[in-house]
């Protein structure tokens, strides 16, 4: 079985975030980029059911700015056999939509076939949180989401997934996509020699117009502006005078 | 201009809570029709009715709807679409599965988690783990939504809308529920909870962890903690709060053991009273409580419960 990995180049999660003083976006020039956290965690799992026998092939795909050539450099590092880049954007600063994002992934796996599509939950740039539940749509497939757990059973996969109550398990048909959670596993680390191999790896390059896809935007994006600020409050010096203070002066008790 | 809302339908129960601050946020977009979802559903329909600002309610029951799988429950919502402008739900896990799915269906872009609307068509919403507020206007003809609901106020009681049952749609009979695993539990729901404590790595372990249970339990509190906490096994996933968990904004959120890394802040900076205790004085979360004990919480943490 093929898996597909569609993994994003985002701001590095550790990054304090700047909002742009003419409120038009945030400011990621020069500021460290990294593989979506919860991208790394599906390229793990695809590597390990490829350790397991139950995937004999690792394809990462990642959609935005050349520079995404790096995250999936990275994907190569770690396990992935080759990669897909489609090239969307000449701007850092242009976002590619989900739904545009997901299009060209249909595109992608109409030609690749794969039994199972590994993607993370959410990005945590633009936080939406849709793009596999947007494939899925698209492609007519089954999908687990928010997934801490997965077996292949056959022809389905077991997903355990994190929702408000608790844990729910629900078993797909596959092919599926599977959207990944922060608690399915650890991912690695990828060693210098695989970094070194990682080069040789085939890298494809495309763009939008190869799969006859539009990927103009459907928001615009009016303005970004600061959230409200919180303003430090005191430090207390004693159990007592907090809950005075939470009776007193809060009057939250 | 009319509105489906997607209601928040639990083993055949409204999450009134979730619905009716789903209602306030969308009643301005128009006409509200709340669709309830379920294999048992009429209830919640039932209830549904009395939320202030709807006007009408579909009930779809049927058993393919039993456990809310995603691709039966977008299907039904596409059949429904025709007469209306804006799709919502409250941003729930069941809503956030279900309505992008609906969203690329639709040929639109789903426009997740808005904090405010703006105008029809103009929403804003967080972005980078709640650094920045974006607002965008969509050119989409059928807008669909979902709502951030610690930011509204719950539409109050006392509608009385007509109830339609309504055919279910097609099953693609893609997925199938195996089993749930929630731990029952008397504390009241994170997200709708006046007072929650949270704690997070520094309480050590599940054991200890008790500690906070033991001071929610004497506040009447929901319990919360942090993902280092769920990670390490101290507490169960569905009481993870932040960027990826769930969103509150209670009355009173008591941070114990926790660093306040951006992605927990996420989850809790629009509380409006926030107390931190915590060891380490130069802890980030001290930026944003009110209320800061630079103390352990091993010996703050039982004198409080002792002295409440
Ligand atoms: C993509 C992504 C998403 C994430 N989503 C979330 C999320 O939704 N929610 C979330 O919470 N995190 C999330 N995180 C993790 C986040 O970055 C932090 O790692 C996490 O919040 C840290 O949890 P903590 O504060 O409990 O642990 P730590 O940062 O380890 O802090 C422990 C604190 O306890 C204090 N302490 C220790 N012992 C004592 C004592 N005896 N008495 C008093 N204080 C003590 C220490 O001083 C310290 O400040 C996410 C991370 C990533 C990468
Ligand atoms: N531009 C992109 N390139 C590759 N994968 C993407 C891209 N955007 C989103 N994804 C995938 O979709 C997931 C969810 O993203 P989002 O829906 O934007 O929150 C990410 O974790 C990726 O797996």
Redesign the interface.
């Known amino acids: 079985m093929k898996v597909l990995v569609p993994v994003k180049r985002v ?1 590095d ?1 550790n990054v ?2 700047r ?1 742009k003083a003419d409120g038009t976006g ?1 400011d990621l020039a020069n500021v460290k980029m990294s593989m979506n956290p919860f991208d790394e965690i599906a390229v793990e799992e695809a590597i390990r059911l490829k350790e397991k026998g139950q995937a004999d092939e690792i394809v990462a795909v990642s959609i935005g700015v050349k520079q995404a050539q790096e995250t999936l450099r990275t994907a190569l590092a770690m396990g992935a056999d080759r990669a897909i880049l489609i090239v969307a954007a000449d701007d850092i600063h242009q976002d590619i ?3 545009a994002v ?1 299009k060209l992934l249909k595109a992608v796996i109409d030609e690749e076939q794969p039994g199972l599509v590994l993607a993370g ?2 990005a ?15 492609l ?7 997934a ?1 757990g997965l077996e292949i059973e056959g022809e389905n996969a ?1 997903v355990t ?13 596959m092919p ?1 996509i599977v959207t990944v ?3 399915l596993n650890e991912p690695r680390y990828a060693s210098l020699p695989n970094i070194m191999k990682a080069k040789k790896k085939p890298l494809d390059e495309k763009t939008p117009a190869d799969y006859g896809i539009d990927v103009t ?11 409200r600020e ?1 303003q ?5 010096g ?3 005078e ?2 005075a ?2 009776k007193d002066e ?1 009057g ?2 | 201009m009319a509105v489906l809302l997607l209601a928040e339908v ?1 083993n055949g129960e409204l999450q009134r809570d979730a619905t009716a601050k789903a209602v306030t946020a969308v009643k301005s977009l128009g006409e509200v029709t709340a669709l309830c979802v379920g294999a048992h559903a009429r209830d919640a329909a039932e209830a549904a009715a009395t939320i202030d600002g709807v006007a009408k309610v579909l009930c779809a029951e049927d058993a393919i709807y039993g ?1 809310r ?3 039966p429950t ?1 299907d039904l919502i596409v059949s429904l679409a025709g007469g209306y402008d804006h799709i919502a739900a409250p941003a ?3 809503a ?10 639709l ?7 808005v904090v405010a609307v703006v105008d029809a068509d ?1 929403f804003d ?16 003809a059928k807008k669909v939504l979902t709502i951030r609901t610690s930011t509204f106020e719950a539409a109050s009681e006392g509608g009385a809308a007509p109830v339609e049952a309504v055919a279910a749609a097609g099953n ?12 029952a539990s008397d504390r009241p729901e994170l ?1 709708s909870a006046g ?1 929650i404590v949270s704690g997070g790595r520094g309480v050590g372990s599940e054991e200890d962890f008790h500690l906070i249970e033991k001071l929610a339990d004497k ?1 009447g509190a929901a319990v919360g903690a942090s ?1 280092a906490a ?2 390490s096994g101290y507490a ?3 009481w993870q709060v932040g ?2 968990g ?1 969103v509150v904004a209670p ?2 959120y008591i941070a114990v053991g926790i660093s306040g890394a ?2 927990h802040l996420a989850g809790m ?1 629009d509380s ?4 931190a205790i915590n060891k380490d ?1 130069e802890a980030p979360i ?10 352990d919480l091993f010996d ?1 943490v039982p ?2 419960i002792e ?2």
């Open positions: 701001i999660y304090k975030v909002v945030v939509e989900p739904l997901a939950k959410q945590i740039d633009n936080d939406m949180n849709a793009t596999g539940q947007m494939l899925a749509a698209l007519g497939w089954a999908q687990g989401t928010f801490s077991v997934r994190e929702v408000d109550g608790g844990l729910q398990t629900i078993k797909v048909k599926a959670d922060l608690r935007p459907r928001l615009t994006v009016v303005r970004t502006a600061e959230p919180r430090a409050g005191i430090k207390v004693s159990v007592d907090l809950i203070k939470l809060a939250v008790l | 639990t456990h799988l995603a691709e977008a729930t896990t069941d956030k599965n279900i309505m992008p799915r609906v969203a690329a269906l040929d639109a872009m789903v426009i997740t988690d103009t919403r967080p972005i980078y783990a709640g650094n920045a507020i974006q607002t965008v206007r969509t050119a989409d693609p009979g893609l997925s199938e529920w195996v089993k749930d695993s929630a731990a997200t007072v506040l993902r769920v990670d169960p996933n569905d960027q990826t769930k009355e009173l951006i992605q900076k409006k009273v926030i107390v004085e001290f930026q944003v409580a009110d209320y800061g004990l630079v103390a703050a004198e409080l002295k409440l």
